[in-house]
């Protein structure tokens, strides 16, 4: 069974969802097969489409073609984006967040809880969370009623494993599944609507998550790099724990940071979910580099 039989065949391929979810299985498939270069009639018989089809669905979604694409996946591409880092993000650095204009909108604040609330470590707190389809696979989404506290993504295929490990950070909060509420965060969050974010973080964990905010989209650094830029250089090892200490994939693109030479390991939710993150981003901005 290929990823893409779990569609309905005779779905329309303009439905915004269909396409949504279908480019998505996509994506996971190419981040499985990239080294085995397929080509564009091997990827259409995957997807169910035919190759006008799915060229078309694929550009409009991703902006590229699913051949640009897969050279996107390769390890040389983040070689090259990790050297050509080293003096495009001293600038985005100094002048402020950088990447797409929503991540202008993400607001990260310490004040996640009320004093007493922090004090009954969640007690009586109430996180709704839901499962939804994103670009890069079955993503968890938390939210309290100030905003959004959790992203996850479903790498590892078990959602009760994926909820527990996000749910660590929430303490004794009461946990209600409520796609209903956390669908319109999905929705903003993979798409251009405004995101408000409430972390619960040490001094030191929200400098960072800041900092990766500051990393221009297709765009990586290494640890000590971000380090170096933080104002804290020899606290690679400390940056790297606040890295992965990131509650909310996605949103605050840990996945930017990468290790020396360019290797894409030891993400939090699957190496490969990364790989196929950065992809897309550096997609986006191969068009908006483009359009300007």
Known sequence: MTVMERFDADSPEDNSDYGFALVGRVLAWLSAHYREQPSLGEVAQVAGLSTYHLQRLFTR?????????????????????????????????????????????????????????????????????????????????????????????????????????????????????APNVTAAHAEAAFGTGQIHMVLRGTPFQLKVWEGLLRIPLGSVLTYSDLADRLGAPGSARAVAGAVARNPVSWLIPCHRVIRNGGTISGYRWEPETKRVILAWEAAQAEVQDFAH
């Open 61 to 177: 979604y991703v902006g590229v073609s699913p051949k640009k694409y897969i050279q996107y996946l390769t390890l040389d591409h983040a070689k090259r984006a990790l050297d050509e880092s080293r003096s495009v993000l001293d600038a985005a650095f100094d002048t402020g967040l950088s990447g797409p204009g929503r991540l202008h909108d993400l607001f990260v604040t310490h004040e996640s809880l009320t004093p007493g609330e922090w004090k009954r470590h969640g007690d009586g707190l109430e996180v709704n969370y839901g499962w939804h389809d994103s670009p890069f696979g079955e993503c968890l989404i938390a939210a309290t009623s100030r905003g959004v506290c959790g992203l996850a993504f479903n790498g590892v295929d078990d959602r009760n494993a994926t909820l527990a490990d996000l749910a660590t950070g929430f303490g004794q909060a009461n946990l209600i599944e």
